[in-house]
């Protein structure tokens, strides 16, 4: 019987591209990406930009801006650049002026007034905004060689279920690519304790 030792080589080849997810294989190092799924909500010659899916913080988006009474919406880490920024995706389409569309019915940014206005008349209902502090950046062919290296595999997004992630989508996402990269779920997140 031949045993295969190569489970965190990436097979699928998939290329990146926005609306797209990277999901980091489990042991890419690091506070950020160790663990992350990651949308892409831009990927061009000139780089690549994407939100972290899967970090929640502590804080609530009400402790950092004023928002509409009773809308506490969960808030997350983006990624490592501008961290001092808050960013976010929807579903609100051109509802939301200056709207950058990723695919589907997933847009990221907009008029930040707006959305504020569209959340305090009610028009904004849960799972149609996700919050991020920082986003996830790559230069040009930057993430093309961190995907050669193993580092990422790409794979299709649903816009319910990146709405919708929480800290365990790493975990589903996983699941969801199915094959020998549901294994990488039960590989310690330190091989070193065991």
């Known amino acids: 019987m031949k045993i295969d030792f190569d489970f965190f080589k990436i097979h699928r080849k998939l290329v990146p591209r926005k609306g797209r997810i990277i999901i980091s294989e489990p042991l890419l190092s690091g506070n950020f990406f160790g663990r992350s799924t990651v949308l892409l909500v831009e990927h061009s010659a000139n780089g690549?930009?994407?939100?972290?899916?899967?970090?929640?913080?502590?804080?609530?988006?009400?402790?950092?801006?004023?928002?509409?009474?009773?809308?506490?919406?969960?808030?997350?880490?983006?990624?490592?650049?501008?961290?001092?920024?808050?960013?976010?995706?929807?579903?609100?389409?051109?509802?939301?002026?200056?709207?950058?569309?990723?695919?589907?019915?997933?847009?990221?940014?907009?008029?930040?007034?707006?959305l504020k206005l569209a959340i305090a008349s009610g028009n904004v209902g849960p799972g149609q905004v996700k919050f991020f502090v920082g986003y996830s950046g790559w230069s040009p062919g930057?993430?093309?060689n961190e995907i050669k290296e193993n580092s990422w595999l790409v794979a299709e997004a649903e816009t319910r279920l990146v709405m919708n992630s929480d800290r365990n989508f790493w975990n589903e996402s996983v699941r969801n690519a199915g094959g020998h990269y549901e294994t990488w779920q039960n590989f310690p997140e330190d091989p070193n304790s065991n």
Do not use: R
């Not at 509409?68 to 808030?75: A, D, F, S, V």
């Open 48 to 114: 690549s930009v994407g939100f972290i899916l899967n970090k929640p913080l502590e804080a609530k988006i009400n402790e950092l801006f004023i928002m509409p009474t009773g809308y506490i919406p969960q808030l997350f880490v983006g990624g490592p650049v501008g961290g001092d920024s808050l960013f976010y995706i929807h579903t609100l389409g051109e509802q939301i002026k200056g709207s950058s569309h990723v695919n589907d019915e997933l847009y990221w940014g907009g008029d930040f007034e707006a």
């Open 142 to 144: 930057q993430l093309e």
